[in-house]
């Protein structure tokens, strides 16, 4: 039997989320951080085009709410869209006194740089180092943990499902690189560990973003929310054999413009805010504008910055010249290829806006967890913010709660827990042509368009598949029952709501259903619909 790690606090994941919430937790108390990979290695190291917020006083923080609220489509949880937008100031002040170091006019020491994103109404963007907004801030974020002695980081280690005694969250088991059981004990738990875009073929997501937060909670019982509501960025990189690679609204918000294979610019049939219209309207003109008049015949679609002039396009992108410079593009002189590829989750663990989800002593903040702050379509850019704002805030609730708590909950009734795992190990390539097969299935079924007849069938496919998944005992296969756990929930969300709205698009119910302006929630198979958090 192992030897549990005791400690007050677990944070699982070190993006934006965890890191900030680590922050404040380990000012009194101890903190186990455990990460998949190395630390810097998260949703957040890739996040490009910066970090929304309303700097300018209480009319610029009210635009910010309503540009998040429109953006949202109707089911934006409104308390919780001003708590960002309201506290986002303070989280961003917080930053800078850390050391992370914004684009600034001028020499650098000027005022911050502020660009635009899509369906934003004014540039509130920041960014760093052009294109490399999220990894400045994990930089800055991860240095200050460094520094902090009641931090402890557990890299590499995957996390594999929590441990409840007493219908209390005490804990979580993992495994380390070498796949050696390991089981981590304290007084409660927050999932900071982002999406899940590996659940689809096309993402702009790492490879770490296999959505285990959410299969950990859901299997132990918490509540899920909104998990049809996959947002589809719409510029990821389309050249065959390369990955999807992300090419950030920024360049939008720079004047980029989308044409189709005619070489028409064609968003302004679409939305009066043409290229910079919300992503999913956006998203869907690029998928219309590649389809092609025979059946299976894919069209190309681009972006467009030959005309921008004045700009020293490589020196404000440099992450995203240097990658298209790698398949022999040229932001300034070519046509860029395009299509839409996965890239966040606004569903997640159901949280109340102090970051407690449904089971006592688990907590949820940042991608993981769903606030319904975005509603069915999160507006550009509010995503690291987001991490900031309920990773402050989830770790202030953790700290109020935690000290009336028993200290650490008692380690021997967790330890009985840990089973020893003698299961045979199964073949690696039936994991991984497992997972490729469900992840082409989702693109396919449960993508940017879908249907009843496409989700039913995929709903049988994840049901026989059940039982061809293997057991837990290996970072792989943890993943693989993890990805298939999130595709069963986004499945049955999607077959549920019998209407479009923002990122979910239904072919046999292209409208929206007033009646449906509800979140829907799911628990131990069951889901219904619900009106307010
Ligand atoms: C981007 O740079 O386009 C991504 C930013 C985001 O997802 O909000």
């Not at 719409?234 to 054999?241: D, H, K, Q, W």
């Not at 910079?276 to 910055?305: C, F, S």
């Not at 008692?410 to 690696?428: D, M, N, R, Y």
């Amino acid at each position: 039997m192992e030897t549990p790690l005791l400690s007050d606090w677990i944070v699982i994941g070190a993006g934006i989320t965890g890191l900030r919430a680590a922050l404040t937790l380990a000012k009194t108390a101890e903190v186990a951080l455990i990460t998949k990979e190395e630390a810097s290695e998260s949703n957040t190291h890739y996040a490009q085009g910066g970090i929304a917020v309303a700097m300018g006083g209480a009319e610029d923080v009210e635009l910010h709410a309503q540009d998040t609220i429109h953006a949202g489509d109707g089911l934006v949880f409104e308390r919780a869209a001003h708590l960002l937008v309201e506290e986002g100031p303070a989280r961003i002040a917080e930053l800078l006194a850390w050391g992370t170091n914004f684009d600034r006019e001028g020499d650098g020491l000027g005022s911050l740089m502020r660009t635009r994103e899509g369906a934003h109404s004014l540039p509130r963007i920041l960014h760093a180092n052009g294109d490399a907004t999220g990894k400045e801030i994990g930089r800055a974020l991860l240095q200050c943990a460094q520094h902090e002695s009641h931090i402890h980081l557990y890299e590499r280690l995957t996390t594999r499902d929590l441990v409840v005694r007493d219908g209390r969250v005490v804990g979580v088991h993992a495994l380390d690189a070498a796949g050696k059981p390991l089981l981590f004990v304290a007084r409660g738990v927050l999932l900071a560990s982002g999406g899940a875009g590996q659940v689809y073929s096309d993402t702009t997501n790492p490879l770490v973003a296999t959505g285990d937060g959410i299969a950990m909670a859901y299997r132990a019982g918490a509540e899920v929310s909104d998990m049809e509501f996959y947002q589809f960025h719409p510029t990821a990189l389309s050249v065959p054999g390369a990955p999807r690679f992300l090419l950030s609204e920024a360049l939008r918000g720079e004047g980029a413009v989308l044409r189709n294979h005619r070489g028409e610019r064609f968003m302004e049939r679409y939305h009066p805010m043409a290229e910079l219209a919300p992503r999913d309207v956006v998203a869907r003109a690029i998928m219309h504008e590649g389809v092609g008049e025979r059946p299976g015949e894919a069209l190309p679609v681009y972006l467009d910055m030959r005309h921008v002039t004045g700009k020293d396009l490589h020196a404000r992108f440099p992450g995203i010249s240097s990658c298209l410079h790698s398949y022999g593009l040229d932001l300034a002189r070519d046509l860029i290829p395009v299509r839409p590829a996965a890239h966040y989750l606004m569903g997640g663990v159901r949280t109340d806006l102090f970051g407690r989800t449904t089971l006592p002593g688990l907590y949820a903040a940042g991608e993981v967890a769903c606030t319904g702050v975005h509603g069915a379509n999160r507006l550009a850019s509010n995503s690291l913010l987001e991490g900031l704002v309920f990773g402050a805030r989830a770790a202030e609730t953790m700290l109020k709660e935690g000290s009336h708590g028993e200290a650490p909950i008692a380690a021997e009734k967790a330890t009985a827990a840990v089973e020893e795992i003698s299961l045979p190990a199964p073949e690696a390539s039936r994991v991984s042509a497992l997972r490729e097969r469900l992840r082409s299935l989702m693109w396919l079924h449960a993508g940017l368009l879908r249907d009843h007849l496409g989700l039913s069938a995929l709903e049988s496919e994840l049901h026989n598949m059940r039982h061809e998944l293997p057991p837990a005992t290996t970072r792989e296969n943890a993943e693989l029952c993890n990805l298939h756990t999130v595709a069963e929930l986004i499945v049955a969300s999607a077959l549920a709501r019998r209407e479009s709205r923002g990122a979910h698009a239904r072919t046999d119910f292209p409208q929206h259903d007033p009646g449906c302006a509800k979140h829907s929630r799911m628990v131990r198979g069951q889901i219904d619909f619900i009106d307010f958090y």
